[in-house]
């Protein structure tokens, strides 16, 4: 029985793909766990520790789909420990070896180095998705560097900028945030293997001869010390997927906005099919960046509690952990979610060029006071050029006049400038500064 939206078949495909819902599901978690007990098994067995038969039949058959998972979740009924799993794998394995399982680890070695075999796959997954918005995002830098439109601050006309500068400024913070993956995996992809308290006390001489060549087969790096009370890691790791998260909330409330019906320059992905209303037909409602929207404020909402997990007591603290199992998943499950529908947002993204141009009128020239500003201040100071310039627009707004008809009305302008000068004040597409020059800026650093 269903009973979240991620494994909803009703709103499943809103909230979860395939491939993440792969990667934390029961399966995956149980042969996770498994994997970490036949590494150590094999760890053990090739130094002496374990009898090499036991070591071949706990390996040989630590495979998820052989074990009852159902009884382990009826185990956990009375245990949060790896007793569970235990007790269900032993009952597959033959000549006693299950007696050699788990030889000198304690439970949350396995749960923990268990968890990041998981955090590393939905890690390449969620690196390789955001790398596609990061090429999208500069295909649009490129494709629309020299489309030129109205810059917007606090939600009004400021000046203009280019299509392909707004986009450059998408692709730029992607970028970082593709550094920052690439940062953090030397920090996180870190196993388990301390024993009870940490001191591998149950191996003595041996413990570190098993923990390195445990993590070898893993193919992680060996701790420096016990991590079953240091969880930043984890912490940054949630805090970085939701910083990615408020990238991708930003990009698509930017085009929900500019898709509103009166900017129209923006529109999200349209097919034909795509419904946007059950009583109104016209509809074309950016659906799918509020999608983004909604499930990126989800892993945001997350950050908090993995900081506030980091609170752990003593030398083990099962509260800590248990809050993981449940954000961390979910975390991932939503930011993969999200970018899977931010590539395609990004990839094909509906662009109108000419209601970028219409829009740039929109003021009657009002958008360029700064440049009428600038000019007439080298010539009385800019402080003056300001209050003369302001009270002209103030006018304008309040009239519904143009900014040219305004100007070429007032004698303290006239005096220094032609008409033909003033509209080439007023003209936006010669007063876009460097935007162009931070598009290739940006575009040099492509990947």
């Known amino acids: 029985m269903n009973s979240t939206v991620f494994d909803s078949q009703v709103f499943g495909p809103l ?73 269900a794998f032993k009952k597959i394995l033959d000549n006693d070896a299950g007696e050699f399982v788990h030889w000198g680890a304690t439970s949350q070695d396995i749960v923990d180095t268990g968890l990041i075999l998981q955090i590393r796959q939905a890690y390449q997954l969620l690196l390789g998705r955001l790398r596609q918005c990061e090429r999208a995002s500069y295909a649009l830098a490129e494709k629309y560097k020299d489309v030129v439109m109205a810059g917007r601050t606090h939600v009004q006309h400021a000046l203009p900028i280019t299509m392909g500068f707004k986009a450059a400024v998408w692709a730029s913070e992607l970028s970082r945030h593709v550094v920052r993956m690439e940062e953090i995996a030397p920090r996180l992809f870190i196993g388990q293997f301390s024993g009870a308290v940490g001191t591998l006390a149950s191996l003595e001489d041996r413990g570190l001869d098993v923990q390195k060549r445990m993590m070898e087969l893993l193919d992680l790096a060996v701790p420096d010390i016990a991590w079953h009370t240091a969880r930043d890691h984890i912490a940054e790791f949630i ?17 929900l906005t500019l898709q509103r019906t009166e900017i129209g320059e923006l529109e999200e992905p349209f097919f034909m099919g795509k419904v946007g209303s059950s009583t109104m037909p016209h509809k074309r409602n950016p659906q799918v960046c509020e999608n983004v929207i909604a499930l990126t404020r989800s892993v945001r909402a997350l ?78 100071g800019r402080m003056s050029a300001h209050d003369i310039v302001y009270k002209i627009c103030m006018a304008v707004f309040e009239k519904g006049s143009s900014m040219e008809e305004a100007l070429l009305a007032q004698p303290e302008v006239m005096q220094y400038f032609t008409e033909s000068e003033i509209q080439q004040m007023l003209e936006p597409h010669h007063y876009i500064g460097l935007a162009t020059t931070f598009v290739d800026r940006v575009l040099a650093k492509r990947p």
């Open 303 to 380: 950050a908090p509690l993995a900081v506030e997990a980091m609170i752990c007591e003593n030398e083990r603290d099962w509260s800590c952990e248990i809050a993981e199992w449940d954000f961390v998943p979910r975390a991932c499950l939503l930011l993969d979610t999200s970018l899977e529908k931010s590539v395609d947002i990004l990839e094909n993204l509906i662009v109108y060029p000419e209601k970028m141009e219409k829009n740039l009128f929109h003021l009657k020239g009002l958008m360029l006071s700064e440049s009428v500003m600038m000019h007439l201040g080298q010539k009385m």
């Open 239 to 255: 805090n970085l997927l939701a910083m990615i998260a408020a990238t991708l909330a930003k990009i698509s409330h930017e085009v």
């Open 15 to 87: 909230f979860s793909t395939d491939d993440m819902r792969r990667i934390f599901s029961d399966q995956n978690l149980v042969q996770s766990w498994l994997d970490t007990e036949a590494a150590l098994a094999r760890a053990e067995g090739e130094l002496g520790i374990i009898p090499q038969q036991a070591m071949e039949e706990i390996c040989s058959k630590a495979k998820a789909e052989w074990v009852d998972i159902p009884a382990i979740g009826e185990f956990y009924k009375s245990s949060i420990t790896m007793v569970p799993l235990l007790k």
